[in-house]
């Protein structure tokens, strides 16, 4: 067993790009762990993967000691690339059924922004709450990486694939806004 784990390190690790975010490979790693079977995606969980994975969402999927002024594209590279992997390891997670209670009744399934990876809710159903029952450290660290992904600069024209992006990035910083506002 250690070394099927080895080896699947190693292949994410192998996979690892210049213009992927660092924990890009730790989070295809756990993917391949949570796809051998259903003991390994409840070890995951077990673990607080989804509070990783929350953390990783209220720092707008970038290190906290990014810095503000950092090429726009590279920062955008970095979070697709984290934002995808994330993606396919909830798939993961969702594709073992018994762990769905586990996913819905986690903060990370309300706030998460691609939808298609969890189980089935509601679009903005319950953020309200969900900001109200975490921590207000979790508030804070959101608000700063609002501010650092509003304020950080934007060449202009943007691609297609880059205002599509942006645009989902701003409803989900609106809506945070007009909720942290109640």
Same mark, same amino acid.
């Given at each position: 067993?250690?070394?099927?784990?080895?080896?699947?390190y190693?292949?994410?690790?192998?996979?690892?790009?210049?213009?992927?975010?660092?924990?890009?490979?730790?989070?295809?790693?756990?993917?391949?762990?949570?796809?051998?079977?259903?003991?390994?995606?409840?070890?995951?969980?077990?673990?607080?993967?989804?509070?990783?994975?929350?953390?990783?969402?209220?720092?707008? @999927?970038? +290190?906290?000691?990014? &810095?503000?002024? #950092?090429?726009?594209?590279?920062? =955008? $590279?970095?979070?697709?690339?984290? %934002?995808?992997?994330?993606?396919?390891?909830?798939?993961?997670?969702?594709?073992?059924?018994?762990?769905?209670?586990?996913?819905?009744?986690?903060?990370?399934?309300?706030?998460?922004?691609?939808?298609?990876?969890?189980?089935?809710?509601?679009?903005?159903?319950?953020?309200?709450?969900?900001?109200?029952?975490?921590?207000?450290?979790?508030?804070?660290?959101r608000?700063?990486?609002?501010?650092?992904?509003? @304020?950080? +600069?934007?060449?202009? &024209?943007?691609? #297609?694939?880059?205002?599509?992006? =942006? $645009?989902?990035?701003?409803?989900? %910083?609106?809506?945070?806004?007009?909720?942290?506002?109640?």
């Amino acid at each position: 067993m250690r070394q099927k784990l080895l080896d699947h390190y190693i292949s994410a690790f192998k996979q690892h790009r210049r213009n992927c975010h660092l924990a890009t490979s730790f989070v295809q790693f756990f993917r391949e762990v949570a796809k051998a079977n259903a003991s390994s995606c409840r070890a995951l969980l077990g673990a607080g993967i989804l509070d990783t994975l929350l953390s990783m969402y209220l720092d707008d @999927f970038l +290190p906290s000691t990014s &810095p503000v002024n #950092e090429n726009h594209s590279g920062r =955008m $590279s970095l979070r697709t690339s984290l %934002i995808a992997a994330c993606d396919l390891l909830l798939s993961a997670f969702s594709a073992h059924p018994e762990f769905n209670h586990i996913l819905s009744a986690h903060p990370l399934c309300t706030l998460w922004p691609n939808k298609v990876s969890l189980p089935s809710t509601s679009e903005f159903r319950g953020r309200h709450t969900i900001w109200r029952t975490l921590e207000k450290t979790a508030v804070t660290q959101r608000l700063r990486a609002i501010k650092n992904t509003t @304020f950080a +600069p934007t060449p202009f &024209p943007l691609s #297609e694939g880059e205002m599509y992006e =942006m $645009s989902t990035d701003l409803i989900d %910083i609106f809506v945070d806004l007009v909720e942290f506002s109640r």
